[in-house]
């Protein structure tokens, strides 16, 4: 397994919706996530083109981009001042750190808004998907909302098809919240891709095969 360093500044106490919301604070979908991508051959992500959707912190999408990938990191509008402030703590925007070595290759990341279901997603995912992303990652974006924001599994799986090609693979994780849950967030994703597959917890490293936390993989 690889290992990376990383800042990573969140912010708890905005979790209520008039707040940052839920993506104010880091949830377990996101270590197991990044433990998994940390378990794949070094070279797996290097120049590749990444999304994050849903990013919060950024946890993710900030890891791919130190295994050298460019990456874009998107959440609602709130959330942007965290997220362009992560990226820069860990110098991974347009100003490489003083004391990196040039001959590595370096990966980077961006920020962009999107919040699927809005007026506007779609012509959002079109201008994004002219990128052409070799991978799209999202984690716990299907959840109850107590203050009444809860997402919409079709909503967010139109923004992940949208945002693929024939050749995108998506990694989504989803915490086991119950059946009701789980059915929607299945139906929706069989609705949008052809190959949907669950990833087994022995392929993570130990202390990551988390019970309550799936992952998924889906393509086009």
Same mark, same amino acid.
């Given at each position: 397994?690889?290992?990376?360093?990383?800042?990573?500044?969140?912010?708890?106490?905005?979790?209520?919706?008039?707040?940052?919301? =839920?993506?104010?604070?880091?949830?377990?979908?996101?270590?197991?996530?990044?433990?998994?991508?940390?378990?794949?051959?070094?070279?797996?992500?290097?120049?590749?083109?990444? *999304?994050?959707?849903?990013?919060? #912190?950024?946890? =993710?999408?900030?890891?791919?981009? @130190?295994?050298?990938?460019?990456?874009?990191?998107?959440?609602?509008?709130?959330?942007?001042?965290?997220?362009? +402030? !992560?990226?820069?703590? !860990?110098?991974?925007?347009?100003?490489? /750190?003083?004391?990196?070595?040039?001959?590595?290759? @370096?990966?980077?990341?961006?920020?962009?808004?999107?919040?699927? +279901?809005?007026?506007?997603?779609?012509?959002? #995912?079109?201008?994004?998907?002219?990128?052409?992303?070799?991978? =799209?990652?999202?984690?716990?974006?299907?959840?109850?909302?107590?203050?009444? !924001?809860?997402?919409?599994?079709? /909503?967010?799986?139109?923004?992940?098809?949208?945002?693929?090609?024939?050749?995108?693979?998506?990694? *989504?994780?989803?915490?086991? @919240?119950?059946?009701?849950?789980? !059915?929607?967030?299945?139906?929706?994703? /069989?609705?949008?891709?052809?190959?949907?597959?669950? *990833?087994?917890?022995?392929?993570?490293?130990? +202390?990551?095969?988390?019970? /309550? *936390?799936?992952?998924?993989?889906? @393509?086009?």
């Amino acid at each position: 397994m690889l290992w990376c360093a990383l800042l990573a500044a969140k912010q708890p106490r905005s979790l209520t919706a008039a707040r940052l919301g =839920v993506g104010a604070c880091l949830w377990d979908g996101a270590f197991v996530l990044t433990a998994y991508l940390l378990t794949q051959p070094s070279d797996t992500f290097t120049g590749k083109r990444c *999304i994050e959707l849903g990013a919060g #912190v950024g946890l =993710v999408g900030l890891s791919l981009a @130190r295994l050298g990938a460019e990456v874009t990191l998107t959440d609602k509008p709130a959330l942007l001042s965290l997220l362009k +402030g !992560n990226v820069a703590r !860990n110098w991974l925007g347009e100003r490489a /750190h003083p004391g990196a070595d040039p001959g590595l290759p @370096r990966g980077k990341a961006d920020v962009a808004a999107l919040e699927w +279901g809005s007026k506007d997603c779609t012509n959002t #995912v079109a201008a994004l998907a002219s990128k052409q992303y070799d991978y =799209v990652v999202a984690t716990d974006c299907t959840y109850i909302d107590p203050d009444g !924001n809860t997402p919409d599994d079709n /909503h967010f799986m139109t923004a992940c098809a949208g945002l693929c090609h024939k050749q995108t693979t998506c990694f *989504i994780t989803f915490e086991d @919240r119950g059946s009701a849950l789980r !059915n929607s967030f299945l139906a929706a994703a /069989h609705a949008k891709f052809t190959f949907v597959k669950e *990833i087994s917890r022995g392929l993570l490293p130990p +202390g990551y095969q988390m019970d /309550h *936390i799936d992952l998924w993989e889906l @393509r086009l």
